[in-house]
């Protein structure tokens, strides 16, 4: 079993659901190859009206990004990725543009940007949402609107899984201190955080770790490539979420993400615990929840 994914313990859950139709994941990122065989069988839907959600250049950083993200949670299982949750309907919201972004590097994007595609995801049904970006406004600083539209997702029930960020600092996030946001640090086979893991005390609260080196995943125009970083770390904490949605569906919103920051790990400090995904459905389950 490849580390990625017996690290957070999530192969009896894989071994156990491709996931359930009812259980929707909206991924906020760049436009995704529709095209890739890694995808056969998999559902990939835009918000209502949105043109782009495939890539117009395979080769662009915008449609890499967002093809290896995806295929994290949405690719078959034989495909090379991880492919969490196949039978998860996939909502792909795309929020870079592609012919942006330099030197591999995504591009990043506005509070504006981001607040209309949290609106458009929530009022498109999403469940879960998947949100491996970075901040252009500086995700150092608190955002009213931004943090409304967070106070909206809870008030839903739509779960926020965020990359922590790969910029080596450490000390407060506003961005990450909503209490519904889950952070995610990316880490190594040992796990232990990447070198320039965004770190603090939100996180550590917050947040959790994992896998976000050199991982596999669907490289958009055919095969795979690998990524390192939290934004990749990112989707393996959704996906967790959206398989123990599907096994545990009578769960609500906050007993899933309640579940998920359950780490037999004593949290404490700027570094979160290891995601691990058998004990969080131990934990559902201990409570009853069926």
Request: charged fraction near 15%; proline fraction near 8%; glycine fraction near 12%.
């Given at each position: 079993?490849?580390?990625?994914?017996?690290?957070?313990?999530?192969?009896?859950?894989?071994?156990?659901?491709?996931?359930?139709?009812?259980?929707?994941?909206?991924?906020?990122?760049?436009?995704?190859?529709?095209e890739h065989?890694?995808?056969?069988?998999?559902?990939?839907?835009?918000?209502?009206?949105?043109?782009?959600?495939?890539?117009?250049?395979?080769?662009?950083?915008?449609?890499?990004?967002?093809?290896?993200?995806?295929?994290?949670?949405?690719?078959?299982?034989?495909?090379?990725?991880?492919?969490?949750?196949?039978?998860?309907?996939?909502?792909?919201?795309?929020?870079?543009?592609?012919?942006?972004?330099?030197?591999?590097?995504?591009?990043?994007?506005?509070?504006?940007?981001?607040?209309?595609?949290?609106?458009?995801?929530?009022?498109?049904?999403?469940?879960?949402?998947?949100?491996?970006?970075?901040?252009?406004?500086?995700?150092?600083?608190?955002?009213?609107?931004?943090?409304?539209?967070?106070?909206?997702?809870?008030?839903?029930?739509?779960?926020?899984?965020?990359?922590?960020?790969?910029?080596?600092?450490?000390?407060?996030?506003?961005?990450?201190?909503?209490?519904?946001?889950?952070?995610?640090?990316?880490?190594?086979?040992?796990?232990?955080?990447?070198?320039?893991?965004?770190?603090?005390?939100?996180?550590?609260?917050?947040?959790?770790?994992?896998p976000g080196?050199?991982?596999?995943?669907?490289?958009?125009?055919?095969?795979?490539?690998?990524?390192?970083?939290?934004?990749?770390?990112?989707?393996?904490?959704?996906?967790?979420?959206?398989?123990?949605?599907?096994?545990?569906?009578?769960?609500?919103?906050?007993?899933?993400?309640?579940?998920?920051?359950?780490?037999?790990?004593?949290r404490g400090?700027?570094?979160?615990?290891?995601?691990?995904?058998?004990?969080?459905?131990?934990?559902?389950?201990?409570?009853?929840?069926?």
């Open positions: 079993m490849d580390w990625t994914i017996s690290l957070p313990r999530l192969g009896s859950l894989t071994a156990a659901t491709l996931g359930d139709p009812s259980v929707t994941v909206a991924v906020i990122d760049g436009p995704v190859d529709l065989p890694g995808f056969a069988g998999s559902s990939l839907r835009a918000v209502e009206g949105d043109p782009r959600i495939a890539c117009a250049m395979d080769n662009s950083m915008a449609c890499q990004h967002g093809t290896v993200v995806a295929g994290v949670v949405s690719a078959s299982r034989d495909s090379g990725a991880p492919g969490l949750a196949p039978g998860c309907p996939a909502i792909i919201r795309p929020i870079f543009a592609e012919g942006t972004g330099a030197g591999g590097v995504i591009p990043e994007v506005t509070v504006d940007d981001l607040v209309a595609a949290l609106r458009d995801v929530l009022n498109a049904g999403a469940r879960i949402v998947n949100l491996s970006l970075g901040l252009a406004d500086s995700a150092l600083e608190a955002h009213p609107a931004l943090t409304a539209a967070f106070d909206e997702a809870q008030r839903r029930g739509v779960l926020l899984i965020a990359a922590g960020g790969n910029q080596g600092y450490v000390g407060p996030v506003p961005l990450f201190a909503h209490p519904w946001v889950l952070p995610v640090v990316g880490c190594d086979a040992h796990g232990s955080p990447l070198p320039d893991a965004t770190l603090g005390p939100s996180v550590g609260r917050y947040g959790l770790m994992a080196l050199q991982v596999t995943s669907l490289k958009a125009g055919g095969g795979t490539r690998h990524m390192t970083g939290s934004s990749v770390a990112a989707p393996f904490v959704a996906g967790a979420a959206a398989l123990l949605w599907s096994l545990v569906p009578g769960a609500t919103a906050r007993q899933v993400l309640d579940a998920l920051r359950y780490a037999p790990a004593r400090g700027i570094v979160p615990p290891l995601m691990d995904a058998e004990a969080s459905l131990a934990r559902l389950r201990q409570q009853g929840v069926v």
